[in-house]
T-cell receptor, first 112, second 114 residues
């Protein structure tokens, strides 16, 4: 059973297009993180959202945390080839204090 | 170095052999995580070290897996009697305080068990 479901699993778009990827759960999270992982590298943290309804912007990336803190979305405006990578959401496992649960990721390819 | 380093970057071994994977965290980081990432999958939590506290080993998939952290710094993940299903990328991450804090990941060790 996946605690964090990400969709779509794969996404291939043309440069300049907009896209949204989703991270959903039936559980409430105190916070959610988004990472980007490039081939041969470890994930790199993009953002942490902690408040229900929170919206954070990082240049062309917009992150939203659902009001009920069960879901999050990442919207990319005018995608560029440099955005290509595996996008992972992650959240602290309830009642552990230190474990993180990662979603299966969305693999994004931006075609020049 | 400034970041988390892992060695080796690639390891090919035969079924039944033991392997050791090394992680050098960022200096001063008290928390250290090990994860496993199978092809096209997300990260699977394995083990967590925080300072001098007893490690959280709840994610280790079997008793063939063990890890230690010497002197609160370098960590070694050992897999005994490797199986083909152990093939994956093993990632190490460190953070300054643990918990919901920024984790800095190493590049991983790609393990292939033939």
């Amino acid at each position: 059973t996946q605690l964090l479901e990400q969709s779509p699993q794969f996404l291939s778009i043309q440069e300049g297009e907009n896209l949204t990827v989703y991270c959903n759960s039936s559980s409430v999270f105190s916070s959610l993180q988004w990472y980007r992982q490039e081939p041969g590298e470890g994930p790199v943290l993009l953002v942490t959202v902690v408040t229900g309804g929170e919206v954070k912007k990082l240049k062309r990336l917009t992150f939203q945390f659902g009001d009920a803190r069960k879901d999050s979305s990442l919207h990319i405006t005018a995608a560029q080839p440099g955005d290509t990578g595996l996008y992972l959401c992650a959240g602290p496992v309830p009642n552990t204090g230190n474990q993180f649960y990662f979603g299966t990721g969305t693999s994004l390819t931006v075609i020049p | 170095g400034a970041g988390v380093s892992q060695s080796p970057s690639n390891k090919v071994t035969e079924k039944g052999k033991d392997v050791e994977l090394r992680c050098d965290p960022i200096s001063g980081h008290t928390a250290l995580y090990w994860y496993r990432q199978s092809l096209g999958q997300g990260l699977e939590f394995l083990i967590y070290f925080q300072g001098n506290s007893a490690p959280d080993k709840s994610g280790l998939p079997s008793d063939r897996f063990s890890a230690e952290r010497t002197g609160g710094s370098v960590s070694t993940l050992t897999i005994q009697r490797t199986q083909q299903e152990d093939s994956a990328v093993y990632l190490c991450a460190s953070s300054s305080v643990g918990g919901p804090d920024t984790q800095y990941f190493g590049p991983g060790t790609r393990l292939t068990v033939l």
